[in-house]
């Protein structure tokens, strides 16, 4: 899809909703993507998981069509409808046949900005709610990685999971839902991203006409502060009767506008995020001692306006736990220690444009992308300029990067499993 | 010129290539699959093709452990495998001017694999530890759990990534041995698809055949233009007539459908409850497969889909609700899976889904409903389609089964599909006494 996009046009309405749309001409489809600054980061303090429960309430009925009429409709068109809450926002995201674009945006329209509160479907989704919750406990993967956030965000609103918490959630009202929905979901701080099969000026028109009357300004600022970084190791373990202990190690990390965002790209490929297993951590842990089957870093994919995560995870059987936990911290303190070959650097770099090539396939990427793009404000030419961004981050620039993101000394270790470790001499080692 | 139809070549070693061209994609992806799916295991090697796929990255005497993935990463791809029940399937993903270089990896794969004694137990630790992962994940073990029900003896019933005390019996001599009798030219399909030419492919093909595999010097390639003859398309006689080219071995398993219901019941391994109902369905390319996809999408696809609008919105019963008809070389599967509130009983959900399925063959389905599942499937087709690879997986697939043209076909008889034939599908497949089921209980 990639060849066949054209330069992305960027439309602001007199509502403040930002358009950007680009036409797609690989496949008969489109993607519609409408993102509000409505995520978690804004549930009020007690009210973890209100977000989630506006999400999810949307698809349950507007002011003009039931639940059922609204899946019948999606249906009929054989297209799909659904939202996505993160930390940061919360998106909308419809696609489909080209040819449905335009009633699709309407549907996307209306679940968005005139939904209806009844309380039996947000009785019922806060019961759905409930129940994901208590189905994540029984993953150990999901655990340690919720319970690794909680550890290097404690006192942040962060720690809480985007579905919050069960007792945060079991107290939420139609109320406070139609509160938070008439706070964050403004036009004046969303971005629609519409990307198909379409003449991006005709995808303008389009979305004008079903956002045009959207009214409400933009959204009141009242993000948290920022985390800060922890002071001194925070160890947890979690007993569970499971055949691996699953680790996570880490800590807080860079947002996206930082200066380093693009030297962090190059080291999470070279230390646990490369194509294949070339990674340090997967080469030498994986693949030379056959110690994990998954073996990731990543610090650059959480930066957002507010800064992500270093994160190393991994899972192991209990007989191998120490060697490979040794074995990552060894790789963590090496990459802050020296500088990374230039060999390392150059393919890094290569995979790391040609993975952004690669990432403009679908039109759903592509929005994506756009949206991205916009929140970040990247401009509308970023695909053009990254090669010549990435390709000019240097071994220096790279080392320098471990050193401001990956804090052993001050890292969060959480693991999850059959046994609790004794982890501080392995830190250490 | 760009075409969504394949070009196909059989070459004069067996191996059948296939490519499509897309001018403005700067993306290529390669795929190569063979069959060699846990499917073609001996009794008692169970995860013998998951190993051998996993060694296929520990080099060639030319090519060593690693050097096939700094080289993705050096050219800006990913690449990947996978074992199915039927295949084992490796692609690459790459800037399109980078297209012959998973050619030469492959060539070179297919042919010299190593399976050295110190590198067989480093994979084999790794393949113990996927095992011991899913072995953690309680909606793996519910499939596992129902697939060994609904079969006695095809090996269908086993998991593809083998079983502990399985894995851990492998032998090196056992993947030379499977490496020998599957990973072959003439049991494999190459799929290429991006901004490429035919011809250029079919010439690096044969030149890298020639050097790399039992090529006879001076041997021309068969070349098969399909896309040359649109007419050639949808006939029923056509495609479906070379079904099962190459499918050698399911004649082997007399394995009758069960008559009386199963049930496997999994205890405390998850907090939230979970049912999974499995019925015996016939292969992928049987004539009754499209009936039973667009089936599927009836009862669980979007959310006014049966199940969804029963067991979640009407009864509150169900947080989430699936059916699947994956397709498959040999007869398989139909799932129906509902993942449950708290409290609520996996029999009463199994009653709930077996009331739904007999309603619907007592009182049929509205032509909204089929229609519905039609578009859902045929736009789940369209977007699986939408990327290179994509598209190289599905003409693979159809033609590791005879004929790529059979995708083609298989569309058509979709739109065909009439509301008399679901009801009949469901009736003839979704038999009560032939359920297998699998709870999961807290």
Same mark, same amino acid.
């Given at each position: 899809m990639a060849g066949s996009v054209t330069v992305p046009k960027r439309l602001v309405l007199p509502n403040g909703l930002t358009v950007v749309t680009a036409s797609a001409r690989s496949a008969p489809v489109f993607t519609a993507m409408l993102v509000m600054e409505a995520g978690s980061r804004y549930d009020p303090e007690g009210g973890a998981g209100l977000a989630a429960l506006v999400g999810g309430v949307l698809l349950e009925g507007s002011t003009s069509r039931s639940a059922l009429s609204i899946a019948m409709a999606v249906d009929s068109m054989g297209s799909s409808l659904d939202t996505l809450t993160g930390y940061e926002t919360t998106a909308v995201i419809a696609s489909g046949l080209a040819e449905h674009c335009h009633e699709s945006l309407r549907l996307l329209a209306e679940v968005a900005t005139s939904p209806v509160f009844a309380s039996a479907a947000v009785a019922e989704c806060v019961r759905r709610q409930l129940a994901e919750l208590a189905d994540d406990e029984g993953q150990a993967y999901d655990v340690c990685r919720r319970d690794f956030m909680k550890t290097v965000f404690r006192g942040h609103p962060r720690r809480n999971p985007v579905g919050g918490l069960s007792e945060t959630v079991s107290r939420l009202t139609g109320g406070d839902l139609e509160s938070f929905h008439r706070r964050r979901y403004r036009p004046g701080s969303s971005v629609l991203a519409v990307v198909g099969d379409l003449d991006a000026g005709e995808l303008q028109d389009l979305a004008a006409e079903s956002f045009g009357a959207w009214q409400g300004g933009g959204s009141p600022a009242d993000a948290p502060p920022a985390p800060s970084r922890q002071s001194g190791r925070r160890v947890e373990s979690v007993a569970m009767d499971t055949k691996q202990v699953h680790v996570s190690i880490g800590n807080l990390a860079i947002a996206r506008s930082d200066p380093s965002f693009y030297a962090t790209s190059v080291m999470d490929v070279i230390l646990g995020d490369s194509a294949g297993f070339g990674s340090r951590l997967a080469t030498k842990l994986r693949e030379e001692h056959g110690l994990a089957y998954v073996i990731e870093s990543d610090a650059s994919g959480s930066a957002g306006l507010e800064p992500g995560v270093f994160w190393a995870y991994t899972a192991t059987s209990p007989g191998h736990f120490e060697q490979l936990v040794r074995g990552v911290m060894d790789e963590l303190r090496l990459i802050r220690e020296e500088p990374p070959s230039a060999e390392e650097v150059e393919s890094a770099v290569g995979y790391l444009i040609g993975r952004d090539l690669l990432d403009r396939e679908t039109s759903d990427a592509v929005a994506g992308r756009l949206v991205h793009a916009e929140r970040h404000a990247l401009g509308l030419d970023f695909d053009a300029r990254y090669p010549a961004i990435i390709a000019s981050v240097s071994r220096e620039d790279v080392l320098e990067a471990a050193r401001r993101v990956i804090d052993p000394e001050n890292c969060s270790f959480v693991t999850v499993g059959p046994v609790t470790p004794e982890t501080g001499s392995l830190l250490d080692s | 010129m760009s075409s969504t139809r394949p070009r196909k070549a059989v070459l004069a070693n067996g191996l059948v290539l296939l490519t499509v061209t897309r001018e403005d994609s700067p993306i290529v992806a390669a795929l190569l699959m063979y069959r060699a799916g846990s499917l073609y295991e001996p009794v008692g090697k169970t995860g013998l093709a998951h190993l051998t796929e996993h060694m296929m990255f520990r080099g060639t005497p030319t090519r060593p452990q690693g050097w096939i993935d700094r080289l993705t990463g050096h050219l800006g791809g990913t690449n990947n495998a996978m074992t199915t029940c039927d295949h084992a399937l490796y692609y690459f993903v790459l800037p399109s001017e980078h297209w012959a270089a998973p050619l030469e990896i492959e060539a070179d794969r297919m042919f010299h694999c190593e399976f050295g004694p110190e590198a067989f137990e480093t994979e084999r630790r790794v393949a113990v530890e996927e095992r011991m992962m899913l072995d953690d994940d309680p909606e793996t073990l519910v499939y596992e759990a129902v697939d060994a029900l609904a079969f006695d003896s095809h090996p269908y019933r086993y998991p593809v990534v083998g079983l502990m005390r399985d894995i851990k019996g492998l032998t090196p001599g056992d993947l030379q041995g499977f490496y020998a009798d599957r990973y072959r030219p003439e049991k494999a399909v190459l799929a290429v698809v991006g901004n490429v030419e035919h011809e250029r492919v079919l010439a690096e093909v044969e030149k890298l055949s020639s050097v790399a595999g %039992? $090529? %006879? !010097?001076g041997a021309s390639a068969r070349v098969e233009d399909d896309s040359a003859d649109p007419d050639a398309a949808s006939s029923d006689a056509g495609a479906s007539a070379r079904v099962a080219r190459g499918n050698d071995i399911s004649a082997r398993f007399e394995d009758p459908p069960p008559t009386e219901p199963r049930r496997s019941v999994l205890r405390g391994l998850s907090p939230s409850p979970q049912a999974v109902l499995a019925f015996r369905t016939p292969a992928a390319a049987h004539e009754d497969t499209p009936a039973l996809e667009l089936l599927a999408a009836l009862l669980s696809s979007g959310r006014s889909a049966r199940m969804y609008t029963r $067991?979640? =919105? =009407? $009864?509150?019963? !169900?947080t989430e609700v699936s059916t699947s008809k994956i397709p498959q070389v040999d007869p398989g599967l139909f799932y129906l899976s509902a993942s449950l509130h708290s409290g609520v009983s996996p029999e009463e959900c199994e009653d709930e889904i077996l009331s739904l399925v007999s309603g619907l063959v007592e009182s049929g389905v509205t032509e909204d409903e089929l229609s519905r599942a039609l578009n859902l499937t045929r736009v789940d087709l369209m977007l699986g389609r939408e990327t290179c690879l994509g598209q190289a997986g599905s003409a693979a697939f159809w033609e590791s089964l005879g004929d790529w043209r059979l995708g083609e076909e298989h569309e058509t008889r979709l739109a065909r599909v009439t509301a008399a034939d679901i009801r009949r599908v469901a009736s003839t497949y979704l038999d009560p006494a032939g359920r297998s089921s699998a709870w999961l209980v807290p």
């Open positions: - | %039992p $090529l %006879p !010097a $067991l979640v =919105d =009407d $009864l509150g019963m !169900a």
